[in-house]
């Protein structure tokens, strides 16, 4: 198993700002995942951040708009760039223990708001 | 492609009632199952997992899951719900074998309301 903080839990952010995201694991892991839950939707993967190198994005999402960063094997940020009100969502990190298994232990997720 | 559908968007049911949550999937072969629990205001947690084997897979809280070919479901059952299960419930089917989380692809969830 694997304990995930996450920080902010939540924020009311101004449209054309950016906010960074925190996620630090109790455990090393090889891969951290990004994910985002617009409003009543289910979960999207943004991107998966590799220790040492850069970050996988998925379709859609781009390094401009959601820089990461992955220092070492315990942690990881993620940046939200130039919001707007679309961004407003839940951001929650995520890593995979056991392998590649697809069994994901989540942090508690952080809730933007955009104004 | 992978795809899951949960066609409960809400669920109410009456405490201590029995609970079935749907879960259709769409893969070429034999997928990796989950269910995942997201209690307000938390991250989710894994229910249970399906990968092989016997088909009826128990979880934590008291939760099991059916994995059927034939129907293409892995439907979510408890026999006796409690107010704590409140929640939204999401399946997600993963490529077997596993490449990594990348590969999973979530439901668009079920939200529960458990009445006293």
């Known amino acids: 198993s694997a304990v995930i903080s996450q920080k902010p839990s939540r924020d009311i952010c101004q449209r054309g700002t950016s906010l960074t995201i925190q996620c630090q694991v109790d455990s090393q892991v090889t891969m951290m995942f990004w994910y985002r839950q617009q409003p009543g939707q289910s979960l999207t993967l943004i991107a998966t951040?590799?220790?040492?190198?850069?970050?996988?994005?998925e379709s859609g999402f781009v390094i401009d708009k959601f820089p990461i960063s992955r220092p070492n094997l315990t942690f990881s940020t993620l940046t939200v760039s130039n919001m707007s009100p679309e961004d407003s969502s839940i951001y929650l990190c995520?890593?995979?223990?056991?392998?590649?298994?697809?069994?994901?232990?989540f942090g508690e997720g952080s809730r933007l708001t955009v104004l | 492609a992978q795809s899951v559908t949960q066609p409960d968007i809400h669920i109410t049911v009456s405490e201590g009632a029995s609970l079935e949550l749907r879960c259709n999937y769409s893969?070429?072969?034999?997928?990796?199952l989950f269910w995942y629990v997201q209690s307000p205001g938390q991250g989710l947690q894994l229910l249970l997992k399906?990968?092989?084997?016997?088909?009826l897979v128990q979880g934590i809280k008291g939760f099991e899951a059916e994995f059927k070919r034939s129907q293409s479901s892995f439907n979510l059952r408890k026999p006796s719900v409690h107010w704590s299960d409140a929640a939204e419930y999401f399946c997600?089917?993963?490529?077997?074998?596993?490449?990594?989380?990348?590969?999973?692809?979530f439901g668009s969830g079920t939200q529960l309301t458990v009445l006293p």
């Open positions: 997600a089917v993963g490529a077997n074998p596993p490449g990594s989380a990348r590969q999973l692809t």
């Open positions: 399906y990968f092989s084997g016997d088909t």
């Open positions: 951040a590799n220790q040492g190198s850069e970050a996988t994005y």
């Open positions: 995520s890593v995979e223990v056991g392998g590649n298994t697809g069994e994901l232990f």
């Open positions: 893969y070429g072969a034999t997928p990796y």
